[in-house]
């Protein structure tokens, strides 16, 4: 994993007396995307990250291709955020996915679309893209903190800040909070937010695997010889508790512990909510999507002479290897021998899952900061002056690039947000309001503004 340097640690009040100094605390895409907003805007910016590099998990996406957005028709887009979609469409209004495309390829990125319509950065990579930002946002003057762990706030509600030199105490004119979820720990974001911001009576739901993997209870035969192994060509149909059924034709994985992969991942917020629901949720399988269910039972039924079950099926069915175990495993012997039983289950195989696999393991976080302990400035409204942005907001989408568009529209509009309050703010140390400051530097900002904020509307 590439690291990133970083300027040394700051004194506590950074800057010259009349400059309205922001601090920004997690520089993953959410956080970054503020101090971006922030600093030409004329902030003076510190990102401060527990880690001791920035955007590791950025740069784990990465390593997966890093599906940064998705083509699709922007109403299409604002759809996956289901019940969120008003405010996050807020959000995304002000960087859609096209001028999210427009600000990589203004950092030296080309982008791509691929087959399925995801836009993808040429070489599929993050860290060209993380480097490429971090220089230019240095180069703007913001000053990057690693090894900067934030730990809540001091009586004073100054924030506290354990450094590798010991704590120190800081009390920037306003804070973005970009913390991200809780998923993969290892990387940065472990949700040890979660009490301090309840502590101060923010409203938060908890947090939940998304894009994740489930349990199931199978045969120890099966999960001794086919754990690791993908199960290809296979539509997986889902019916919730008011009775929408939807099905996909995809890809998973079966693994020691249950089922993973895109297909599941898909599936993944239904079957949650009926496992929380009912404390088990059940979908089936198709095994065979090429052929209809009358075909399949007159495949099954044809006589098989002399030959074993498992070739008739492979020969004339095309099931072999883990679709025949997993039929052998819901099945028993009798109902094996049945064809119109055996044809109905390849057409429909139970998988019932009894719990998500643990949140430190998921893709993405559900649950998170309530939008109704926000203004429309994405500040908390029992803390003014604190801005939250990213995946610790309560929202969740699926995989497609709609999570790192999200994130960076957040921080987008996070880091507006604090611009906006700050204009209403008096400078600290009284010289000059808080508007009259933001045109001065606005001015002085002028030629990087053209360099930098294509694709960021509005300034
Ligand atoms: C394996 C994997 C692959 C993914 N692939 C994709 C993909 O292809 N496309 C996509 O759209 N999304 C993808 N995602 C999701 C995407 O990476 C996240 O949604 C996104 O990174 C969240 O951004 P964020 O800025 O909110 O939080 P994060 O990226 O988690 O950043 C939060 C930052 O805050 C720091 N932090 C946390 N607590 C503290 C603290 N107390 N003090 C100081 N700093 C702190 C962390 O160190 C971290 O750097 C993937 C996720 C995973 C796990």
Redesign the pocket.
Known sequence: MPTFSTAPAPASTPSSPTTPTVAV???????LMAAETLSLGGMQVDV????PS?????L??G??????THSEAYAAFCTRYGEHQRHLQAMLDQLPPDALRDWIHALGIETFVGSSGRVFPIEKKAAPLLRAWLHRLRSAGVRLHAR????GWNADGSLRLATPGGEIAIQPQATVL????A??PQ????G??LPWLKEKGVNIAPLQSANCGFEVAWSAHLREKFAGTPLKSVALSFTDAQGRTEQRQGELLISAHGVEGSLIYAFSRPLREQLNAQGSATFTLDLAPGRDAERVLAEVSHPRGSRSMSSHLQSRVGITGIKAALLHEVLSKEQFADPATLAATIKALPITVHATRPLAEA??TAGGIRFDSLDPNLMLTDLPGVFV????LDWEAP?G?????A?FAS?CAAGRGALNWLRTQPARSGAKGGAEFFSAEKKKKKKFFKACSQGIEGF
Do not use: V
Request: hydrophobic letters at 45%.
């Open positions: 605390i997690g520089g993953g895409p959410a956080g401060y990250d527990a880690m920035l955007g590791r998990k950025f784990l996406a390593i997966g291709g890093l599906n940064i900067h762990r934030w730990q970009a913390l991200g979820g998923s993969w990387l940065g974001s472990d040890a937010w893709i993405s942005a990213g995946e610790m995989t690039g709609y999570l790192l568009t994130c921080g």
